[in-house]
């Protein structure tokens, strides 16, 4: 039966062409930001410096409050909960190897790529794709001045710095947020604690941890731009966009977690 | 005629719907050409083609003799900082001032002193009539005067090549009257080439040195005021006298529409 076939090509068509397409246009915006990131300032056009600056200062020093409560809250559960099985079999000082490895390994950078999502990531879609519906990023394209450069570079910037600025100090203030409870509620010795932190932290359980949180940089930057180019109507998409860019960035970042923890696993 | 642009052959198309059916036109250099034309007939489409926002399906657009669809974006920047462009919404960055929106271009595309930079910026809100705008948002600024602000920024560069797409659409009479003025100093003063999207009849009779017109994606007419106005072309007749289509369905025929089969 030809035509049950032809339908069934045309389908899996009219499914597969957006698809790649959608593949097609993330692969340029890719290629084309890291590009104008990390080739261009070496053929004198250079990366937009104050709109960097501003940028950090938006995406990095904003969240400040919000990933210190964040991070303060999930050290003390955390070291809660692990007080809960070890005090069984009374081991209580190793509360402190677990609220340290998992945070620096683990829940800080992810912590914070999820916080900077919400807050970054859906405010790069936003403003992109308002500049789109806006006709604002026509006029940038018209005036011989490259968007993804103008626009996207900048963030990229600022995430690639300020996320593993603040896993950092996420991961300070989490191990804090363990320390305090134990020396408290636990009755864990102050300088025990402290000793026993030191001893189980490698290097590399905190290096590995900030490159998970500088490509997590990368990815939101990139979803939240791509979703903010795709605006082609008005207001209304915008908002879709801005919805979209949190869901597929929280998603990605979970993706990109999973991958590097496995590399590391067996790699390091 | 010295041609600033010359399109042959342009045929564009929205997915799989064909916009601009094979049209041929040129633009005379040093003159006002307005591009005439009923709604959704294409003109804005054109426009975009003729600045390098949109690629064409076929043919050629010829900008002082260069064809741009075949060119690379560092060449077609380099077309592009000798040209400005006025949008229909005038397009300016609204996180940005009225001083740095005109100051953008200057400061993306030279290395002038920022004191240099700044007089620039004066002369041309003068220019437009928006002195003492300069720390203004442009959300704080009337329809009217970011069209003007985003005139002054077209003009950063002093372009040889200039674009409006209804420059006068959703002005009152005297703004609008006072944006075509400014138009006919820049040709007389600057002499620069100026193509113009318009439906506004009052505006084309003030402005124009040189008519296009659309209709359906294609060229009807080319030439001067005078030959449009002695033009006996049923469709340019029907547009210059304001007159409605005329009523085209037989009453089955609407019935059939309406009903929807
Ligand atoms: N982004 C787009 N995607 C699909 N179709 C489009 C798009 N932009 C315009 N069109 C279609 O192309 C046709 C021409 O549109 P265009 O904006 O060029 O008209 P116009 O002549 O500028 O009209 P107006 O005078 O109302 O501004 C319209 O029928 C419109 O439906
Ligand atoms: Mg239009």
Redesign the interface.
């Known amino acids: 039966m030809p035509s049950t076939t032809e339908n069934l090509f045309g389908l899996i068509g009219r499914r597969a062409i957006p698809i790649l397409k959608d593949i097609n246009d993330a692969a340029r915006l890719i290629n084309n930001t890291f590009y104008w990131a990390f080739l261009s300032p070496f053929k004198g056009k250079a990366i937009r410096f104050r709109a960097s600056m501003s940028e950090m200062v938006k995406a990095g020093y904003s969240s400040v409050p919000i990933v210190a409560t964040i991070s303060l809250f999930v050290g003390i559960i955390l070291a809660l909960q692990s007080a809960y099985q070890l005090k069984r079999v009374g081991a209580l000082i190793y509360v402190a190897n677990l609220v340290g490895v998992s945070i620096t390994r683990e829940l800080g950078p992810i912590l914070t790529a999820i916080i900077v999502s919400g807050r970054s990531g859906s405010a790069f879609a936003a403003?992109i794709g308002?500049?789109k519906a806006?006709?604002?990023v026509?006029?940038?394209?018209?005036?011989?001045?490259?968007p993804v450069r103008f626009l996207v570079v900048p963030k990229l910037i600022a995430l690639m710095v300020m996320l593993p600025a603040l896993t950092v100090f996420s991961d300070l203030i989490g191990i804090f947020g363990g320390f305090l409870l134990s020396i408290t509620a636990l009755e864990i010795h102050p300088y025990n604690y402290f000793q026993q932190t030191i001893r189980a932290l490698l290097i590399k359980d905190i290096l590995t941890g900030l490159m998970k949180a500088w490509a997590f940089g990368v990815v939101i930057t990139i979803v939240g731009a791509y979703q903010g180019f795709k605006v082609e109507g008005g207001a209304e998409e915008v908002g879709m966009r801005t919805t979209a860019s949190v869901v597929a960035s929280i998603f990605l970042v979970i993706v990109f977690d999973l991958f590097f923890t496995t590399l590391f696993y067996y790699f390091t | 005629m010295e041609k600033a642009i010359e399109v042959i052959g342009l045929v564009t198309h929205y997915g799989d719907r064909e916009i601009l059916k094979n049209i041929s036109l040129s633009i005379p250099s040093g003159k006002t050409t307005v591009i005439l034309g009923g709604s959704g007939c294409g003109k804005s489409t054109l426009l975009k083609h003729l600045i390098g926002l949109l690629k064409p399906t076929r043919g050629k657009i010829l900008i002082n003799g260069k064809d741009i669809t075949v060119m690379k974006d560092e060449e077609l920047d380099e077309v592009r900082k000798r040209m400005g462009v006025l949008f229909q919404g005038a397009a300016l960055l609204n996180s940005m001032t009225v001083s740095e929106n005109v100051a953008l271009p200057i400061r993306e595309h030279t290395r002038l002193k920022e004191s240099t930079i700044q007089i620039m910026v004066r002369m041309k809100l003068d220019l437009v009539g928006l002195s003492g705008f300069d720390n203004f948002y442009p959300s704080q600024l009337s329809g009217g005067m970011k069209k003007r602000a985003g005139l002054a920024r077209a003009m950063a560069l002093d372009p040889e090549l200039i674009f409006f797409d209804e420059p006068s659409a959703g002005l009152d009479p005297v703004t609008a009257a006072g944006l075509d003025e400014l138009i006919l100093k820049l040709r007389d003063v600057f002499k620069m080439t100026i193509v113009v999207v318009t439906h506004e009849l009052p505006s084309v009779f003030m402005i124009a040195d040189y008519v296009i017109m659309l209709d359906m994606g294609d060229v009807i007419f080319s030439g001067t005021l005078d030959e449009l106005r002695a033009s006996d072309n049923p469709r340019i007749r029907m547009f210059l006298e304001r007159r409605p289509e005329k009523e085209t369905y037989s009453p089955e025929d609407y019935f059939r529409i309406i009903a929807g089969d």
């Open positions: 403003e308002s500049m806006a006709e604002e026509d006029a940038l394209i018209s005036m011989g001045i490259n």
